[in-house]
T-cell receptor
Framework: DAKTTQPNSMESNEEEPVHLPCNHS???????IHWYRQLPSQGPEYVIH???SNVNNRMASLAIAEDRKSSTLILHRATLRDAAVYYC???????????????FGKGTLLTVNP | EAQVTQNPRYLITVTGKKLTVTCSQN?????MSWYRQDPGLGLRQIYY???????DKGDVPEGYKVSRKEKRNFPLILESPSPNQTSLYFC?????????????FGDGTRLSIL
C-alpha cells in the first residue's frame, strides 16, 4: 500500500473545527483513502473513507484534493470525546487479494482543550 | 448493537503457560483478523480468516495459532507464550461483499508475559 504522512500531533479547542491533514503523494488511481481513529484504551474505530469526491457522514467530512495527493479530515465541532489518534490509511482495491488488512502508520494525536 | 467482544481484557501470565484470547462478533461477518499493537511499531496483523475453516498468516504469525470453527468466533492461541508476545491485541471483523466495508475492532486485550 502507498505511504501516508501525517503530523505527529495537533491541538484544538473544544467546539472549534479541526482539520487533520494527510499527504499521500504516491497514491494510485485505485487507492481508497480511509480514516480510522483510536480513542484511549479502545480499539480503532472507522471514521470515513473516499476515493475522489468529498464525503460527509455523521462523524466527519473528508476533503480530497483534486490531484488526490492529499486529503483532510474535518471534524466540524471538536469535543473532548474526539481526543484520539487519527490514522489516514490508503487501501488499494487491487492488492492483497482478499485479505482486508489495514496498514496503520503512526497517525496524528489530537488533543482537544476544554 | 454491533459488537466485537474480546476476553480477557487483561491478563498477566508466565512464560510457557498456554493461553487463549477469545474474539466473538454478533454481525455475521465473514472476515475476522487479529492485530497486535506495540509502541513505535503500530498495529501489525497476526492472522486473518476469510470464513469458517479458512485462515491465513498475516505479517507476524510466529508463536500464534488461530482457529475458525464457527463464524462468530476467532480465538487467538498462544501455545507457549514468551515475553516478546507482551502486547496489546485487537480482533477486527468486516463483512464480505463490497470492498470498502469498514472494519470493526474489539476494545483490546492487554497481555503481559513474565
Amino acid at each position: 500500500d502507498a505511504k501516508t504522512t501525517q503530523p505527529n500531533s495537533m491541538e484544538s479547542n473544544e467546539e472549534e473545527p479541526v482539520h487533520l491533514p494527510c499527504n499521500h503523494s504516491t497514491i494510485s488511481g485505485t487507492d481508497y483513502i480511509h480514516w480510522y481513529r483510536q480513542l484511549p484504551s479502545q480499539g480503532p474505530e472507522y471514521v470515513i473513507h473516499g476515493l475522489t469526491s468529498n464525503v460527509n457522514n455523521r462523524m466527519a467530512s473528508l476533503a480530497i484534493a483534486e490531484d488526490r495527493k492529499s486529503s483532510t479530515l474535518i471534524l466540524h465541532r471538536a469535543t473532548l470525546r474526539d481526543a484520539a489518534v487519527y490514522y489516514c490509511i490508503l487501501r488499494d482495491t487491487n492488492s492483497g487479494g482478499s485479505n482486508y488488512k489495514l496498514t496503520f502508520g503512526k497517525g496524528t494525536l489530537l488533543t482537544v482543550n476544554p | 448493537e454491533a459488537q466485537v467482544t474480546q476476553n480477557p481484557r487483561y491478563l498477566i501470565t508466565v512464560t510457557g503457560k498456554k493461553l487463549t484470547v477469545t474474539c466473538s462478533q454478533n454481525m455475521n461477518h465473514e472476515y475476522m483478523s487479529w492485530y497486535r499493537q506495540d509502541p513505535g511499531l503500530g498495529l501489525r496483523q497476526i492472522y486473518y480468516s476469510m470464513n469458517v475453516e479458512v485462515t491465513d498468516k498475516g505479517d507476524v504469525p510466529e508463536g500464534y495459532k488461530v482457529s475458525r470453527k464457527e463464524k462468530r468466533n476467532f480465538p487467538l492461541i498462544l501455545e507457549s507464550p514468551s515475553p516478546n508476545q507482551t502486547s496489546l491485541y485487537f480482533c477486527a471483523t468486516r463483512s464480505g461483499g463490497r470492498w470498502n466495508q469498514p472494519q470493526h475492532f474489539g476494545d483490546g486485550t492487554r497481555l503481559s508475559i513474565l
